[in-house]
């Protein structure tokens, strides 16, 4: 079974599959179940007249599946050329969910453009009856970013992919389990798994509901709020798209502050949901405590947001009322703001107002990396959670 992959669900059904695959993804990773393996990862693959290298290896601990085939989903992305393509290889462990969950996935092998700038997946999946119900919910997620016409599916089946690779002239290599660990992807607590879920389903709602933009921009703040002009905001002039999120806070600005000045990765967390964070790698872990050894910002200082991405950078803070982070793309075209203020609500309490910005060249890598698409629905699920998480350690 091969050939263009024009066929496709309704939206209505491929969305539905999606969300439950972000779902499942959660439970499984909470599981300890997917995990990151390198045992293909630099390998250099043939197909037909093309070869592209392995970048990334991921799968779910099962049985050995009862009826294996190999399917391979190869696409060409609009826009993409040069070094857009190493910031497309990072963005794209974002889409793990939406995978991942699908009934009957069982590996992954991500395999870099080739010559032709052709994105591959090698996959291998229990059943090409469940193979295919994947390639055609794919579609809708494939067919904004991609050439038309250049999205493609060949499925194998009654061969597990390291046998159709042989076939091929690939002798496997050693098998090495790098695994998601489940320090790295969620703790076993029933809650977690509950939150992480929960935020799934919200990402992969939000993902589908551009309609609800708007209202996902200025989620709890006042009209007046949404258009005040705040401390930092002349750091990215020419906004491209931008949020005002607020939240009042029955707790004075002093004793929020502690727990704001210590975000990041590698420090406080992101009092969030860590499921999903650690799942892409950020690897955080949410403090519940006041901790000393972060309390101490100064402007130049760096805030990671993942271990592998560029930090965010101080550009201004003043303890108690706000603290402002900028970041850039390597070559300075494309920016980014974002801003915590804490006002005296008047009544003892604290009205918290965060505050994002962003400025980008409109090129598909900058807007994969600093547009509203992807960026806006997912940083409103974890942001609405962080505050409400906010709220509730000050009180």
């Known amino acids: 079974m091969s ?11 491929a969305a539905k599959r ?10 499984l990773a909470s599981r300890r179940r997917v995990r990151r393996r390198t045992s293909w990862v630099g390998e250099q693959l043939s197909f037909d007249d093309a070869r592209g290298r392995v970048y990334r290896e991921t ?13 391979v989903v190869e696409f060409r992305l609009r826009g993409i050329h040069g070094r857009a393509h190493t910031l497309f290889r990072w963005e794209s462990l974002l889409n793990t969910p939406l995978f991942v969950g699908f009934p009957g996935f069982v590996s992954k092998l ?23 119900a994947y390639v055609h919910a794919l579609w809708w997620l494939l067919a904004p970013v991609s050439i038309r016409g250049s999205i493609r599916h060949h499925v194998v089946p009654g061969l597990r992919r390291d046998q159709w690779l042989a076939q091929r002239g690939h ?5 090495t ?40 921009a200025t989620w709890g703040a006042t009209d007046e709020e949404a258009a005040a002009t705040f401390p930092g905001d002349d750091l990215v002039p020419d906004a491209t798209w931008s949020y005002t999120h607020a ?31 650690n799942l892409v790698g950020c690897h955080v872990q949410n403090a519940t405590d006041v901790l000393d050894r972060f309390q101490h910002l100064a402007v130049g200082d760096p805030v990671l947001l993942h271990p592998k991405a560029p930090p965010l950078t101080v550009a201004a803070i003043e303890p108690g009322r706000h603290l402002v982070l900028i970041g850039s793309s390597p070559d300075g075209a494309d920016a980014s703001l974002w801003a915590f203020h804490l006002l005296d609500d008047g009544d003892g309490g604290t009205r918290l107002i965060e505050r994002g910005r962003y400025a980008h060249s409109g090129g598909r890598a900058s807007s994969l990396a600093f547009g509203p698409t992807l960026l806006e629905p997912i940083s409103f699920v974890m942001s609405r959670k962080m505050l409400r998480t906010l709220r509730a350690l000050a009180e």
């Open 3 to 13: 050939g263009s992959t024009s066929e496709h669900l309704a939206f209505g059904v």
């Open 18 to 27: 999606i969300v439950r695959s972000v779902a499942m993804t959660a439970v």
């Open 59 to 71: 799968v779910v601990v099962q049985p050995p599946t009862a009826d294996p085939c190999v399917l």
């Open 110 to 132: 991500w395999v870099s453009h080739d010559e032709r700038e052709v994105y591959r997946g090698v996959y291998e999946w229990d059943g090409p009856e469940r193979a295919e």
């Open 171 to 175: 002798r496997p290599p050693a098998e």
């Open 177 to 216: 389990d790098v695994a998601v660990r489940a320090g790295a992807v969620a703790t076993d607590r029933a809650h977690t798994v509950v939150e992480s879920v929960g935020g799934a389903v919200l990402i992969a709602a939000h993902l589908l509901a551009r309609p609800l933009r708007h209202w996902r």
């Open 247 to 277: 939240i009042t806070v029955a707790a004075p600005p002093e004793r929020l502050w502690p727990w704001i000045v210590q975000l990041g990765q590698g420090r406080g967390g992101f009092y969030s949901y860590p499921g999903l964070e």
